[in-house]
Nanobody, 122 residues
Framework: QVQLVESGGGLVQAGGSLRLSCAAS????????VGWFRQAPGKEREFVAA???????TYAGSVKGRFTISRDNAKNTGYLQMNSLKPEDTAVYFC????????????????WGQGTQVTVSS
């Protein structure tokens, strides 16, 4: 019903910035909440940020003030702007979508992208 494709990951030095994109196809994007999660080797998937269909945003405490989530419904695309990156931000980043309300729980999301690698060197 919904397909998601992430892009924009890569290698960056500590203190640098990256902008991740999440392109959606299928059902009407504007009716879905979008979340970003990340998973480092040996760790469970953790919540990063989410944006509701109405535009309200929430952030994990570890990224608040450094990351910004946004969406462009006309382009069926979500974004995660990441500034002041730290080595501990290194992970595979996934975008996810669910109908209507947003959530910080990965099990609440129905659709997932394939992930994009973000590596922050010290």
């Amino acid at each position: 019903q919904v397909q998601l494709v992430e892009s924009g990951g890569g290698l960056v030095q500590a203190g640098g910035s990256l902008r991740l994109s999440c392109a959606a196809s299928g059902r009407t994007f504007s009716m879905y909440a979008v979340g970003w999660f990340r998973q480092a080797p040996g760790k469970e998937r953790e919540f990063v940020a989410a944006i509701s269909y109405s535009g309200s945003s929430t952030y994990a405490g570890s990224v608040k003030g450094r990351f910004t989530i946004s969406r462009d419904n006309a382009k069926n695309t979500g974004y995660l702007q990441m500034n002041s990156l730290k080595p501990e931000d290194t992970a595979v980043y996934f975008c996810a979508a669910r109908y209507s309300r947003s959530s910080n729980l990965p099990e609440d999301y129905d659709y997932w992208g394939q992930g994009t690698q973000v590596t922050v060197s010290s």
